[in-house]
């Protein structure tokens, strides 16, 4: 670990790396998620029991298992999924179409590193729920807000993953490429991407997770669909296991998303020994 | 500049070290005065642009001078101060419990193997339900909304708290441990003399991710319900349509942001004991 790695960008690394060194076999998975599930239980039947909680039950394990079968029936799951998917989706894309290319021109360009870092690192620690009431005004509808608050929130974590990705590329391999006769275009096909793709995806994940974070207070307001609104709606409802049941269902997706850019990491990792 | 690590190509020659550090220092520091000079001119760029289309020209406060015009005026009357004081307040006892809670965690999940693994499933579990999604279950379980903010800033920053501890214990070499209890150690002296100092490092990277998550969580959690904070004073300045306000208040939450940011690296530089490469 030199002193680079003090810089903002690797400090995300050192938490995704640790977050893929937990972990155990298929038996401890099931055992652990029984005793949330156990304690949870537990819990909710500990305070419905006082006669004055009796109204929390509907907190309990339970009724959020039933009301999971009975909102997949009614499409409400799929739907939510489907609206927030997409919005997660095209911010996610934007904010990596626009930070990768920043990312390479940090990492290649001394000048340019140095003039961004002060205007990035105050963009970078603006709450992304403070841009919101810009947003609704600058565009049009609230679904485009939305999709603009995911991807600026997003846009830091590729950026700088890639700038430090590429800070890791060893110089020699730029002039071996160049005696070689490549052009420029392939340093960039055939030594920057397969060099950074590890990098990149690691500040995806880490985009992934700010994003999670952003997209539910982002569709407490102004839409009709999605996670964030599903919940608020349950909420004012009073439909309790319908919110235990949207929580549960948040906490599993975004699981299973990060689990599966955990394995494209793998996929594309080529420092083995490192951990 | 806050992220100022020396980059590997400006290692000073022994002879002349204090002047070329110096003057790569003079360098960094000058540009980046010049970035933030950008910053501003596109931004004022941007909001000559809304202030000459007749459709927006009503928005022409979101520039940087009508924005820089409205500090002194929110500065003498105090709303800057208390809405840093009442957001600060949250945010420190937030990230205060996630730090007395995840720590031991994460030093349990770091020696225990079992733990760690039947931890996994259920720690992942939770810590990818978004944080704000909490907010209609604190909101019950609560009494006030102040509560509840804590709550869901103490429930985002918890995570990497304790995963940053886990992994610095993971790096400790075990033999330092059996060297320890040879020399008579208790359970004790092993946190305080070998896993506090080792780990201390490890503890601040975990404590600079959860503030920048907090920070995420503390605007749209002060939205609703409480009358005092920086979400607040946002949400204040939009609906009384003080966009000069509004742009001034984001401007605060960036700077404030910055310097949080920039007291962790400091803080995790004075703590590092990996000096070389």
Known sequence: ?275 | MSNGAPHADVVPMQGNATSGHFRSAWRRFSNAIIGLSILFALWWIGGYFIYLNPHTTHFASFGPIPTLQAFPEMWASGSIQSAILASGYRLGVGLLIAVVIGVPVGIFMGRSKKFRELSNSPFQLLRMISPLSWMPLAVLVFFSWNQSIIFLIAIASVWPVAYATAAGLAKVDPSWFKVARNLGAKPWHMVTAIIMPAIAFDIFTGIRLALGIAWVVLVPAEFLGVTSGLGYAIEDARESLAYDHLTAMVLVIGIIGWILDSACVLLIKRFSWHHSG
């Open chain 1, 1 to 275: 670990m030199n002193e680079r790695t003090l810089s903002t960008n690797v400090n995300g690394f050192q938490y995704s790396r640790v977050l893929m060194y937990v972990g155990g076999g298929i038996s401890n998975f099931f055992l652990g998620l029984a005793l949330l599930f156990g304690l949870w239980w537990a819990g909710i039947y500990f305070v419905s029991s006082d006669p004055t909680m009796a109204h929390f039950a509907d907190f309990g394990p339970i009724p959020a298992f039933k009301a999971i079968g009975f909102a997949w029936e009614d499409g409400l799951i799929q739907r939510a999924i489907e609206s927030s998917g997409y919005r997660l989706g095209l911010g996610l894309l934007i904010a990596i179409v626009i930070g990768v290319p920043i990312g390479i021109l940090m990492g290649r360009s001394r000048l340019f590193r140095e003039l961004s870092n002060a205007p990035f690192q105050l963009l970078r620690m603006i709450s992304p729920l403070s841009w919101e009431p810009i947003a609704v005004i600058v565009f049009v509808t609230w679904e485009q807000a939305i999709i603009f608050l995911i991807a600026i929130a997003s846009v830091w974590p590729v950026a700088f993953a890639t700038a430090s990705g590429l800070a890791k590329v060893d110089p020699a391999w730029f002039k071996v490429a160049r005696n070689l006769g490549a052009k420029r275009w392939h340093m960039l096909t055939q030594i920057i991407v397969p060099a950074i793709a590890f990098d990149v995806l690691t500040g995806i994940r880490l985009a992934l997770g700010v994003a999670w974070i952003v997209l539910v207070p982002a569709e407490f307001l102004g839409v009709d669909s999605g996670l964030g609104y599903t919940i608020q709606d349950a909420r004012e409802t009073l439909q309790y296991d319908y919110l235990m049941a949207m929580v549960l269902i948040i906490g599993a997706i975004g699981y299973f998303l990060d689990g599966a850019i955990v394995l494209l990491i793998k996929r594309f990792s080529w420092t083995r020994g490192e951990v």
